[in-house]
């Protein structure tokens, strides 16, 4: 699966197995067929690190663009004040960006929409909305140290950043996971 992500039945998060309270039936097992329950909707593939990678290179490239040209106005313009004008508006773009985008109904940014991932909320598979967003976005700070953030995904069961454990989110494959699930 992408991302190398296996269920592992009886963990957090993850489905009960059959016999367990409010076990839910396992097709070709002997119960009825098997239907997703609130407490499964996190449960399945997620995004690899390749197609994340991507999408916050594009991300950058999104942001990053228009305001290089508007800090070379400013700056032109304003000198030392357009360069502190700058840093505070990269500052409140970005967060606007990432946390109207990723805590949407949809659950992604421009790049994570052209590679064809989602934030989604890691309990209950819906919509984080714009405050666990923020939240996630300022927590990029603690993956970036070192990187070791980002990386942990890698090895980490549930195929989380660090950002992504603090704001209670997984990355998926929109195709698991299409909006309005």
């Not at 700056?75 to 990432?98: K, P, Q």
Request: aromatic letters at 6%; proline letters at 6%.
């Amino acid at each position: 699966m992408e991302g190398g992500y296996q269920s592992q039945a009886g963990t957090p998060g993850q489905p009960e197995t059959q016999g367990q309270p409010g076990a839910v039936g396992q097709a070709g097992h002997g119960g009825p067929p098997r239907t997703v329950t609130h407490a499964e909707a996190a449960v399945g593939p997620r995004a690899g690190f390749g197609k994340r990678l991507l999408a916050i290179i594009l991300d950058a490239l999104i942001i990053g663009i228009p305001l290089a040209i508007v800090s070379g106005i400013l700056g032109a313009a304003l000198g030392d004040a357009g360069a502190l004008l700058t840093n505070v508006l990269s500052i409140v773009v970005a967060i606007a960006y990432f946390g109207i985008l990723e805590g949407g109904e949809r659950g992604q940014t421009l790049g994570k929409r052209a590679l064809g991932i989602r934030v989604i909320d890691f309990r209950g598979g819906g919509p984080i909305g714009v405050g666990r967003a923020v939240i996630r976005y300022i927590s990029r700070i603690l993956s970036s140290i070192l990187l070791l953030g980002y990386l942990w995904m890698l090895w980490d069961k549930q195929s989380q950043t660090w950002h992504d454990k603090l704001a209670t989110t997984v990355v998926v494959p929109e195709s698991a996971y299409p909006v309005g699930r």
